[in-house]
T-cell receptor, first 113, second 109 residues
């Protein structure tokens, strides 16, 4: 069983569209994260939720809206997609906030044309 | 800002020990040293972490100098599957996990 699973694995879309990436963890963790890895391979945190509550919100455009229906899920919705949004998005989870051991999903490669 | 300095790339022969250095001269007393790696096309994977004592697990060993200003990750018998980017990260319990540029380790046959 995959611990942290995200769908889709690949997402190709046109500029201006709205899209969502889903993430689920079956580890019973309290905290979930979204990271973005750009073309230069820099991996940056975007958001973190602890028990469905937002605890980290980096300087991310408000076109990005995370939603956590329960602590096992953290979805990422992106409005009005732009070329610069093209990247690999990784979901992760940890037992609790500040925990050193994060479990990452396999990533969603988003290509905006 | 990354608080660590790592060489951009290293090579290692298969079966030999891979020793990956990391400098963290500004580390604070409450900050831990973490190591993650990212194999191509996969998400980052936790390897090991430590505060001041040396640590060992099934994946690797972590050697931290007495002054805590540097550390070395040791993969005792590198395999081709250990080819990856290795990230050394310094953080406290309340910090976010911030990735730098890492060391690209190439294990060759």
């Amino acid at each position: 069983d995959t611990a942290v699973s995200q769908t889709p694995k690949y997402l190709v879309t046109q500029m201006g569209n709205d899209k969502s990436i889903k993430c689920e963890q079956n580890l019973g963790h309290d905290t979930m994260y979204w990271y973005k890895q750009d073309s230069k391979k820099f991996l940056k945190i975007m958001f973190s939720y602890n028990n469905k509550e937002l605890i980290i919100n980096e300087t991310v455009p408000n076109r990005f809206s995370p939603k956590s229906p329960d602590k096992a899920h953290l979805n990422l919705h992106i409005n009005s997609l732009e070329l610069g949004d093209s990247a690999v998005y990784f979901c992760a989870s940890s037992h609790r906030a500040g925990e050193e051991k994060l479990f990452f999903g396999s990533g969603t490669q988003l290509s905006v044309l | 800002d990354a608080k660590t300095t790592q060489p951009p790339s290293m090579d290692c022969a298969e079966g030999r020990a891979a020793n990956l250095p990391c400098n963290h001269s500004t580390i604070s007393g409450n900050e831990y040293v973490y190591w993650y790696r990212q194999i191509h096309s996969q998400g980052p994977q936790y390897i090991i972490h430590g505060l001041k004592n040396n640590e060992t697990n099934e994946m690797a060993s972590l050697i931290i100098t007495e002054d805590r200003k540097s550390s070395t990750l040791i993969l005792p018998h590198a395999t081709l599957r250990d080819t990856a980017v290795y990230y050394c990260i310094v953080k406290s319990n309340t910090d976010k996990l911030i990735f730098g540029t890492g060391t690209r380790l190439q294990v060759f046959p």
